[in-house]
């Protein structure tokens, strides 16, 4: 795994999900490798009444709700739709999900303006075809298509930003199970075996980019992902990704207390902000999620690695936000000065300790930015 810039869940976790499944015996829809109730655990993480000899970390953190109603939906005939802001988690529930259910989460089509038919069916090996003519051996299947084989979870990412042809080809093989491949003439149906289904996600906020049609929406149960607005439940979530940061960068740097809660608290101050503004030039261009946090937080602490005293400071801190969270000029940088001057001014004269250094940090990143 350490030489995986980014390894899936099913290979960074495969001694967990070994074990999660040799002690299973409930029962598993389908070709599932984990029944449902290992796949909420495995997800969700353990408690002592379930029993277990060893702890199984939370991974996703969010309501046990929105976790059990994916696995029902998966345990259907119908695809799953997970629906939220930007950085709420979709993707890396779709991924643990995959991971738990079939091994293998990396059966993935990215919804772009130039995705196509051919990405979520099938397209040919040109040199084979001029070779010995179309067949299955010189057919290229696609993500969806061998997860359809294999009885797998596909997955479709950024559904909405996909155009309306693409949407509309999901719809026979979500409703029928099977694509047909009219170029051949015998062979020529792909069947999708017991187990497949599809998790599809989408940004809330590219409503009105490529709107699903109303067939389309009646294939997919929806879930509606909600940006973490704990206070607890975003600490734990930011300490989560926090901590993977530092092992797979091989760092040794801690990440004080009391630098955690000024970057909770900056976050829901610009959230609140954003809330009561009156017009979108009021407001960051950023969605101020959960994920865009940890990438504060992930600059913050490379930088103090590599250029700092390898110490995490309020004053890199604060450059961090400023840099990452400032992507309007001047509508951005004049939002973040008017929450230093309006905000962090009177916090850091009221409460001291790091807010006066963070202030510090965020005057000099905007005075170098303007």
Known sequence: MSDLLRAPAEIKYAEELDWLESVDDNPKPFSW???PKMIRLFILGS????????????KWFGDRSFVERAIVTLASDRGLLLIGDPGTGKSWLAELLSAAISRNSTLVVQGTAGTTEDHIKYSWNVSMVIAKGQSRESMIPSPIMTAMENGAIGRFEELTRSTSDVQDALI???????ISVPELDSDNIVF??????????????????????SALKRRFNFVRIPVVTNKKSEAEIVRFRT????RRHQIELDVPPNLLDVLLQSFADLRASAA????????????LSTAEQIGVLEDAVLHSNFFGERALTAHTLASSLVGSLARRE???LAILNKYLHGVVEPRSKEEGGSWPEFLAGGRDAIATLS
Do not use: H
């Open 33 to 35: 490798r984990l029944s």
């Open 47 to 58: 408690e002592r009444s379930d029993g277990l000899d060893r702890e199984i970390p939370q």
């Open 172 to 178: 026979s093989i979500l409703s029928e199970k099977y």
């Open 192 to 213: 999708a075996k017991p187990g497949f289904s599809i998790i599809a996600t989408a940004n809330s906020r590219d409503r009105g980019v490529n709107d699903l049609s």
């Open 243 to 246: 901590e993977e940061l530092l």
């Open 276 to 287: 009561a503004a009156g017009s979108d030039d009021e407001k960051l261009e950023s969605a």
């Open 330 to 332: 001047p509508e951005d």
